[in-house]
């Protein structure tokens, strides 16, 4: 992990080890400034570290939360805001260990953010997501986090009317891809990489 870390230091991102899940909001909460615009992308992970509702509780920042919105006009209104925002929060569906972090989305906007836009994103990932290689990274992203993401949003769009609106299959989650080696900004990703399962 600490070969990770040093991968993702010579891409110009900053790496963070801890021990786990607390260990990973405290470290993410930590990182936020206050006064802070947060945006975040669909995650187990950040739902398992329980930072949203961290989040949600505390009244120093502003959290742009697509969970409160009504219609998918209001969702993409949301999406678009968050390009501007002062954080962006996210999982990664794969990671390998030469720094290389691999995301899938079916509209594309979680990949979009992370690539550009917000002044801050920061990354959560539990050592599961770990992989020798890109190919590796594929792999487990085709044979894992799509089959498990698939059955999660048909979940969720039986209680949510926007999420219902979409149809979801493994074909549709698989829209995007983004591998992203390197950053110019320097301090702008920011990579909480946890010693224990989180996700898929």
Not at 68 to 91: H, I, N, P, T, W
Request: net charge neutral; glycine share 8%; aromatic share 4%.
């Amino acid at each position: 992990m600490q070969e990770l870390i040093d991968s993702l230091k010579k891409g110009n991102m900053n790496g963070y080890l801890v021990s786990d899940k607390d260990e990973a909001l405290n470290k993410a909460l930590e990182l936020i400034p206050v006064n802070s615009s947060v945006g975040f992308g669909g995650s187990v992970t950040l739902e398992q570290i329980g930072i949203l509702d961290a989040l949600r509780e505390r009244k120093d920042v502003e959290l742009l939360d697509r969970t409160k919105v009504k219609d998918s006009k209001q969702l993409y209104e949301l999406y678009a805001r968050m390009f501007s925002c002062d954080v962006f929060l996210s999982g990664s569906n794969a990671i390998t260990e030469k720094g290389q972090i691999v995301n899938v989305d079916g509209r594309g906007n979680r990949v979009a953010a992370i690539t550009f836009g917000p002044k801050k994103v920061i990354i959560v990932v539990g050592k599961n997501k770990i992989t020798s290689d890109l190919d590796a990274a594929v792999e487990r992203i085709r044979k894992v986090a799509c089959p498990l993401n698939v059955k999660r949003l048909k979940e969720l769009a039986k209680s949510s009317p926007v999420a219902s609106t979409i149809e979801i299959t493994e074909e549709k989650i698989w829209g995007q891809v983004s591998i992203i080696e390197r950053q110019l900004d320097e301090d702008r990703i920011h990579v909480v990489i946890v010693n224990e399962n989180l996700g898929f």
